[in-house]
């Protein structure tokens, strides 16, 4: 699948968009109020998405207080948005390409919001659940449009200071999401961590007014069985991992199983027959793709994983309040916001195998740390300590790994691969979610301590990174190539550092 819109795309302040004219024609330059708007309006509305991602952690405890069902509805409320938003992602991009990039984010966004605004009404576990998988829909739609509009908008002269600028706002957007987050449970109701979505949005509509319209010029039937066998696959296979430990082979359980084997079993050989896939199987041939995504689902299944427990951790075993739980991971994106440029710059002189080796090792260390958050301990000797390790393994880990993804590919395909690499991310955090808790033996109401599970779900957690190390060092190549920069075209992944950290939620 080839997701790139430049250069076939086109500009019209028309609402329906039309095959346009030569490469670099009626690009704006990021100075003039057309292209401030477009940057606005871009940074707004994916910082919704990347602000929902850094908030909801926080408020699962108050949720699972207020809403009862115990670690299954936490669970879920996490699942549920990053089950449909991992599946559809790639369909999202898709979409845009064809019907008009700024359509579809608009789409995206009120789909997001009207989601968001059920969430917060949301009269139980149920519906609550329900609204976060419609959210997660919406984002599929809007999480992919935000670069493409950037990439198809913006004259090249100007591009990278604009993508800059995008992923510097959003890195602050999710900074600030924990401060947020906490905040808004500990003063009002966690509630308003999914209200606060609605004024957001309607300042992101705004500013859309003044984008002007884009998609590619050459239109692609849409894999529409691919989504439903992934969709359907991921679903069953989350429903019963879930579902089972706490309630056994219920008929409805052992359904969803086995209809999620059928889909996952039939999603390759339907990628095999479509025209245009949503993940071209022919990119499997590739070491360096297949390495480095292997090392993108263990490290972030352990980042998904552990910043669940730990934050459920902080506020039901340790006592912390939503704002502290939510600040006690600050220095991660710190340190990631810090250090990703020159860990990038590194990576360009040494090749991308040794970071992506030892920077899964040293998060592992980091997670393996966070262990000692048990009660009494206190945020200097049982919290700190494995925040500031992991995060320094993550920034060694996250600037090659995106790179190396770009560059195991043909040009033609970095839009698909960075796609790709952005559903394997999301994916991790889903079964981490799913899996973790029932690998380490947690039951709990929700609302209660973690117990002797949570030592033994960071130990895993911990195992997890080192097997995404193990993989960079036996399948990456010294001498990979590794981009600095962001190719146009490539928009379908959050590329930001700080905005790929916080993915558990997004």
Known sequence: MNTRPAPEATLSTHPAPTPGPAPGTGRVRLGSATGRHIVTATVLGSGVAFLDGSVVNVALPAIGRDLGGGLPVLQWTLDGYLLTLSALLLLGGALGDRYGHRRVFAAGLVVFTAASLACGLAPGAGALIAARVAQGVGGALLVPGSLAIIDATIDERDRGAAIGRWAALAGVASALGPFLGGWLVDAASWR???????????????????????RAATGRRLDYPGALAVTAGLGGAVYALIEIPAHGWTPLATAAALAGAAGLIAFPFIERRAANPLLPLHMLRSRQFVGANLTTLAVYAALGGALFLLTLQLQTSLGYSALAAGTATLPMTVIMLLLSSRIGALAQRTGARLPMTAGPLIAGAGVALMALAQPGASY????????????????????????????????????????????????????????????????????????????????????????????SWLTIRRDVPVQTHIPPGVHQACQSPATRLNAPGD
Not at 200 to 210: M, V
Not at 419 to 436: F, I, P
């Open 380 to 471: 200097l000797t049982g919290v700190l300590p494995g925040v500031v390790v992991f995060g320094l393994g993550m920034a060694l880990t996250v600037a090659p790994l995106t790179s190396t993804v770009l560059a195991s590919v043909d040009e033609d395909h970095v839009g698909a691969a960075s796609g790709t690499n952005n559903a394997v991310s999301r994916l991790a955090n889903l079964l981490a979610v799913a899996v973790l808790p029932l690998a380490a033996g947690l039951h709990t109401r929700g609302d209660g301590p973690l117990g002797a599970g949570y030592p033994r779900a960071m130990l895993l957690a911990a195992a997890l990174c080192a097997l995404g190390g193990a993989a």
């Open 192 to 214: 308003w961590v999914f209200l606060i979505n609605v004024p957001l949005a309607a300042a992101t509509l705004y500013a859309l007014r003044r984008v002007p319209e884009t």
